[in-house]
């Protein structure tokens, strides 16, 4: 699914009811980065993005931004 077309309280909803992971949301990021034909990205941290995602278990229900700014 496109998560990151969603607005961020749709993302959060997704999260919270367990439909995505923010490790699902780091891989559908970074595959669209890398489709990316502008070169716009200089580096792209890749690796500590998906070990940041990974370590994010327990959903913040009252934090939208919970999943996405975790860093």
Do not use: R
């Amino acid at each position: 699914m496109n998560y990151l077309s969603k607005n961020i309280y749709e993302i959060h909803e997704a999260l919270v009811n367990k439909e995505v992971t923010p490790l699902d949301l780091v891989k559908e990021a970074l595959d669209k980065i890398k489709k990316d034909t502008n070169n716009a990205f200089e580096y792209i941290y890749e690796k500590e993005a998906v070990e940041i995602a990974k370590q994010l278990k327990e959903v913040e229900v009252d934090n939208p931004l919970w999943g996405l700014l975790n860093y």
